[in-house]
């Protein structure tokens, strides 16, 4: 059996046909097998769906209780047969809940990946590298030029601006799901202990996050309806990137906008964005953490999707390893 026997791109997202599922579909399926809560990866609408118990709680916070019409809970390591198939689930250090999954049949593992990072955050499991004969990365970040710094450095670079500048918020742009609760677990690792303030568009996943035992510690709603111009005066705000062109981000003191992303790298991006203080902060891996984990799995062939291919793919082959563009439609990652 050929490994494209095993996994394939379907108009509706990669297939197995032995096992008859997909995985991260964008349309609705039969029976999906979901990598991460990520609204482009988790949708709404399949008949069965089998992911961690986070992933499943995610898109029951997102999408309501009925999201899917059964579900099933995959834990780490554990194996589960699909018509003869066999699947496992393996942290991916994206978000809280997200995994890799290793398909098994016939004695060929291919891994899909999902969206991964290497760098340590303390709000999710740490990737773990599985080996397999074909490892499916992603390559948001899929060029050399993207070198992601510690995050610990950019939250430094927030918390001195907010010294320098104490009668001024700052509005810090950061996607709902783990970046935002990233932030503000990186803000009290560096020893910041006031509240942080937080669009309301946060509350319920943040809410989840410190129920699932990751202190973000005391959280305030800032939103429209309460409060006064003064009461922010100094404070850090967090909210969904969307919200800043909101009347929302006009009630802050004299703002001074920031936002957590990867695309931060590019200065011409914060620029025309509007952002004063561009934070690099990703939760996807940047170059040397795709190539690093690339040899890592031991993988003879690479299969490159979202983002940028064709480099990752250029790289595999000046190291004698077989890759090729996969070109599933349908992923703009919410989280980058
Ligand atoms: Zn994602």
Not at 39 to 56: C, K, N, P, Y
Not at 193 to 202: E, M
Request: hydrophobic share 40%.
């Amino acid at each position: 059996m050929r490994a494209s026997d095993l996994l394939h791109p379907r108009p509706e997202g990669l297939y197995c046909p032995p096992g008859d599922f997909f995985i991260d579909p964008v349309r609705p399926v039969n029976r999906a097998l979901i990598t991460h809560g990520h609204s482009d990866h988790a949708r709404s609408g399949h008949r069965a769906v089998l992911a961690t118990r986070q992933t499943l709680d995610i898109m029951g916070l997102r999408y309501g209780e009925g999201f899917a019409g059964t579900t099933q809970a995959a834990a780490l390591g554990e194996t589960i047969a699909l018509n003869g198939v066999t699947v496992t689930f393996h942290p991916a250090g994206h978000v809280l809940g997200s995994a890799q999954i290793a398909v098994e049949h016939q004695g060929r593992r291919i891994v899909a990946s999902g969206d991964y990072k290497r760098q340590k955050d303390a709000t999710c499991e740490s990737f773990e590298p599985v080996k397999c004969d074909v490892f499916i990365t992603e390559a948001t970040f899929g060029l050399p030029v993207f070198r992601h710094p510690p995050d610990s450095e950019e939250i430094a670079r927030l918390l001195k601006s907010a010294a320098q500048f104490p009668e001024r918020s700052h509005l810090v742009g950061a996607y709902a799901l783990g970046k935002a609760q990233r932030v503000m677990r990186l803000l009290r690792d560096a020893g910041f202990d006031r509240p942080i303030y937080i669009h309301g568009a946060l509350a319920k996943l943040s809410d989840y996050y410190q129920n699932q035992g990751i202190d973000l510690g005391r959280l305030e709603p800032a939103t429209v309806e309460s409060g006064g111009k003064d009461d922010f005066t100094g404070a850090i705000v967090i909210g969904p990137p969307s919200a800043f062109a909101d009347r929302w981000a006009r009630r802050f003191p004299d703002p001074i906008s920031c936002f957590a992303s990867g695309w931060m790298r590019i200065r011409q991006r914060a620029k025309q964005g509007g952002v004063e203080l561009p934070l690099i902060i990703s939760d996807h891996s940047d170059w040397d953490e795709l190539t690093a984990t690339i040899k890592e799995t031991g993988a003879e062939e690479i299969w490159v999707t979202h983002g940028r291919e064709e480099a990752l793919v250029r790289w595999c082959e000046l190291e004698g390893i077989a890759a090729r563009p996969l070109h599933l439609v349908g992923y703009e990652d919410e989280g980058d």
